[in-house]
């Protein structure tokens, strides 16, 4: 089982929809998530990190399930500017640095 | 954005050069990584610094040695490249905190290493 899984899509959603991304993780001692925006052929950015009590930003929601190992991403009334890969990061504190693993991401195409 | 800055952001070499890539966080962290992105896969951790000391070497070859000479910066030493080795290279930066929750990284824009 990979450490962080995500469906790759692509995701092809017309304007004004809503989308929801999953993404599990096997380590059960993980500690922090987040999910990263990464634009064709730049480097990735955070967009938002996950708590369990669920947190928004916006149009985004970020949602964390700790028994079940599952991270979820829901993007609201999409934009065109929202087509990208959206990256699950799953962190493991070790001792002063994080120990990182990523998925391989969810690719989003927003539709006029 | 200058927080993480990374040179030089193209690089073509061939198999018997030496190379190294340049990465510099402005933002006061005691972290650095080095991660490498092929074409369909996912970030590949390859290097982690914490407090200017390597505490993470994930199995990569010797042919990629990295340094780490203070907080801010971190170099990647290449030599004997293989076609294969051809990537994004990402370098990033963490304000880890001992026992405590863990602080997003921050990227550099990355260097585009091609292998001829």
């Known amino acids: 089982r990979k450490e962080v899984e995500q469906d790759p899509g692509p995701f092809n959603v017309p304007e004004g929809a809503t989308v929801a991304f999953n993404c599990t993780y096997s380590?059960?001692?993980?500690?922090?998530f987040f999910w990263y925006r990464q634009d064709c052929r730049k480097e990735p950015k955070l967009l938002m990190s996950v708590y369990s009590s669920g947190n928004e930003d916006g149009r985004f929601t970020a949602q964390l399930n700790r028994a079940s190992q599952y991270i979820s991403l829901l993007i609201r009334d999409s934009k065109l500017s929202d087509s990208a890969t959206y990256l699950c990061?799953?962190?493991?504190?070790?001792?002063?640095?994080?120990?990182?693993?990523f998925g391989t991401g969810t690719k989003l195409q927003v539709i006029p | 954005e200058t927080g993480v800055t990374q040179t030089p952001r193209h690089l073509v070499m061939g198999m018997t050069n030496k190379k190294s890539l340049k990465c510099e966080q402005h933002?006061?962290?005691?972290?650095m990584y080095w991660y490498k992105q092929s074409a369909k896969k996912p970030l590949e951790l390859m290097f982690v610094?914490?407090?200017?000391?390597?505490?993470e070497n994930n199995s990569v070859p010797s042919r990629f040695s990295p340094e780490c000479p203070n907080s801010s910066h971190l170099f990647l030493h290449l030599h004997t490249l293989q076609p294969e080795d051809s990537a994004l290279y990402l370098c990033?930066?963490?304000?880890?905190?001992?026992?405590?929750?863990?602080?997003?990284?921050?990227f550099g824009p990355g260097t585009r290493l091609t292998v001829t």
């Open positions: 933002l006061g962290h005691n972290a």
């Open positions: 610094y914490s407090l200017e000391e390597r505490v």
């Open positions: 990033a930066s963490s304000q880890g905190k001992r026992g405590g929750s863990s602080y997003e990284q921050y």
């Open positions: 990061v799953v962190n493991l504190d070790s001792g002063g640095y994080q120990k990182v693993t």
């Open positions: 380590n059960s001692a993980s500690q922090s």
